[in-house]
């Protein structure tokens, strides 16, 4: 079956441009997370859509990242006047959004965000 | 957030088990142990999950300790495409964000 759908998988941009990173999750899961991933590192959680609304975005570092989901399926991350250490892995998962424990997340390919 | 501990590194030959250690001493008592994995160039990959109860399906086998302070993930037969990061996570509720640590970065060989 289809799973969680990032595009494009890589965008290379400018200091300074704005970018948007689509995500498509797995149909009928209520649930979408934006996670940031560095070299190195693990993955950093950045916002959690239940449905429409962003039900927790305190992982976002600044006010130059916003996200929608407007429909609560596809969602798009937004990335204004781009820094260099905006570059990373950015990540989408999505998950049922049941109320029962250990709700399993499961994640897309990524797309790699290089700002020169 | 609970936190867990990993070893940096292991390593593995191909066909022989493989035994993941996490302490996670301050886990509440309504935290699910996760287990992820990243290959190489890929998005984490769920392996398993348990509260309470030792735990098996098709990729691996989850041994948690009584007190549920330590866990264990065990490839049985690990093969080259095992070596990949493997993440323990603790979370307690549908919606929450998983806090990724380091990981372990498990190495196969033939």
């Known amino acids: 079956g289809a799973g969680v759908s990032q595009t494009p998988s890589n965008k290379v941009t400018e200091k300074g441009k704005y970018v948007e990173l689509r995500c498509d999750p797995i149909?009928?899961?209520?649930?979408l997370y934006w996670y940031r991933q560095s070299l190195g590192q693990g993955p950093e959680f950045l916002i959690y859509?239940?449905?429409?609304?962003?039900?927790?975005d305190s992982g976002l570092p600044n006010d130059r990242f916003f996200a929608v989901r407007p429909e609560g399926s596809v969602s798009t991350l937004k990335i204004q006047r781009t820094e260099r250490g905006d570059s990373a892995v950015y990540l989408c998962?999505?998950?049922?959004?049941?109320?029962?424990?250990?709700?399993?997340?499961?994640f897309g390919p990524g797309t790699r965000l290089t700002v020169l | 957030d609970a936190k867990t501990t990993q070893p940096n590194s292991m390593e593995s030959n191909e066909e022989e088990p493989v035994h993941l250690p996490c302490n996670h001493s301050?886990?509440?008592?309504?935290?699910?142990i996760h287990w992820y994995r990243q290959l190489p160039s890929q998005g984490p990959e769920y392996v398993i999950h348990?509260?309470?109860s030792n735990v098996n399906n098709r990729m691996a086998s989850l041994a948690i300790a009584e007190d549920r302070k330590s866990s264990t993930l065990i490839l049985h037969r690990a093969t080259l495409r095992d070596a990949a990061v493997y993440y323990c996570i603790l979370g307690n509720q549908a919606g929450t964000a998983l806090i990724f640590g380091k990981g372990t970065t498990l190495s196969v060989s033939s």
């Open positions: 301050t886990i509440s008592g309504t935290d699910y």
């Open positions: 348990g509260l309470t």
């Open positions: 998962a999505s998950s049922l959004g049941s109320s029962a424990l250990g709700d399993t997340q499961y």
């Open positions: 859509f239940q449905g429409t609304g962003a039900a927790d």
């Open positions: 149909s009928g899961h209520t649930a």
